[in-house]
């Protein structure tokens, strides 16, 4: 199974294939880590410029888990809305490289 297949299967897991109402269009599927994967979806803001939404999936205690569930044990739920790209791919080449240096 390819990282965007399990991101797909996380999702489906721990969110139950359900979209956010925000950002609905999804747009990627990866992992940032074994057993964090993460969904970047786009949609409207209120404002009516672009919403991007970055949401994680953390397998934990043998199943997947939205981020928020396991905030407690990872110190922060990580996932955020962004109102651009390039600001959305900084974060997430942070959280690898986060998770890089923790090896």
């Known amino acids: 199974m390819n990282d965007t297949q399990t991101a797909r299967e996380a999702f489906r897991e721990a969110y139950g294939g359900q979209l956010n109402l925000m950002t609905p269009d999804v747009i990627e599927l990866g992992l940032i880590a074994p057993g964090v994967a993460y969904e970047i979806s786009e949609g409207e803001g209120i404002d009516g ?4 939404g970055f949401t994680v999936a953390i397998h934990y205690g043998g199943r997947w888990l939205p981020s928020w569930r396991v905030a407690d044990i990872v110190r922060q739920d990580l996932s ?10 900084e974060y997430l080449d942070t959280l690898r490289r986060q998770h890089r240096e923790r090896r």
């Open 49 to 52: 410029g672009p919403l991007y």
């Open 80 to 89: 955020r809305p962004f109102h651009d790209m390039s600001t959305l791919r």
